[in-house]
């Protein structure tokens, strides 16, 4: 199946691998329901770059099963804690975190479903979905669609080329681990109505080049083989959402 080549901007890509190894880091959160609320935040928060990047203003939770999947009530349950715990316990210090950040399992998985995510919403936007000016039923039924079309193609292919580019990206040094878990809970720990701004997104340190490794890792000619493979496979599945 051929598809229209619609590639997302590189700022936009870049918002999202750091917005994924923020949803990674949650690994390492060793507080419950804390690493949830973050790992939730986070993704949010690539989808409302994606949003804006494509000029809709309207609210994100518009169209929140985007970034909520199937199961809603984690999001708000997860947002309810963020409110009702003091930052000061969000924040308190945690033990030394000496693994490798990329070769812990599931880490390049984290930050791969992320950027595909943001891929597929950018594109069902380009094509015209969840239009600024479409009545909200609409726009949540759509977003609907677009997200179990989502899940459908992650199922249905072989991404382990891909994962492996994201955890070489991910593995080169130590001080990744602790960084990114730092990153994490100061940026993604508030609330969904405080907002987390751009320079937010830009951070710097070992956070900032392990972000900057992934995105060379994506612009690989083979990877974006897979990355282009995944596109064919996302319009298949909504497709047949369709009949």
């Known amino acids: 199946m051929t598809v229209e080549a619609i590639e997302p901007p590189a ?9 994924g190894i923020a949803v990674a880091a949650t690994r390492f959160v060793p507080v419950p329901l804390l690493d949830d609320a973050i790992h939730l935040r986070a993704t949010q928060v690539a989808v409302v770059r994606t949003l804006r990047a494509s000029h809709r203003t ?21 947002m309810k804690y963020l409110r009702s715990v003091p ?17 812990v399992r599931g880490v390049p998985n984290d930050v791969m479903k992320v950027v595909l995510l943001s891929r597929a919403v950018h594109r069902s936007l380009a094509q ?16 609907r669609a ?16 891909l994962t492996a580019a994201i955890g070489d990206g991910l593995s080169q040094g130590r001080k990744l681990t602790p960084a990114a878990v730092k990153f994490a809970r100061h940026t ?8 987390v701004h751009d320079a937010e997104l830009q951070p710097d ?7 900057e490794r992934v995105e060379e890792a994506l612009d690989r000619p083979e990877i974006k083989v897979i990355l282009e493979r995944f596109d064919a496979e996302f319009e298949g599945a909504l497709s047949k959402l369709k009949h």
């Open 128 to 143: 015209g979905r969840m239009a600024e000016d479409a009545d909200r039923d609409t726009r949540d039924e759509q977003a």
């Open 188 to 195: 993604f720990s508030r609330p969904a109505g405080e907002p």
């Open 11 to 19: 700022p936009l890509v870049g918002q999202a691998v750091v917005c």
């Open 205 to 211: 340190g070992a956070v900032g080049e392990g972000a």
């Open 87 to 103: 930052r000061r316990v969000i924040l308190f210090p945690v033990r030394k975190y000496v693994r490798i950040f990329g070769a």
């Open 146 to 161: 677009v997200r179990r079309a989502f899940d459908e193609a992650l199922k249905g292919m072989d991404l382990r080329l």
């Open 58 to 78: 309207y609210p994100s939770k518009e169209v929140a099963a985007l970034y909520e999947g199937s199961d809603g009530s984690a999001f708000r349950e997860a």
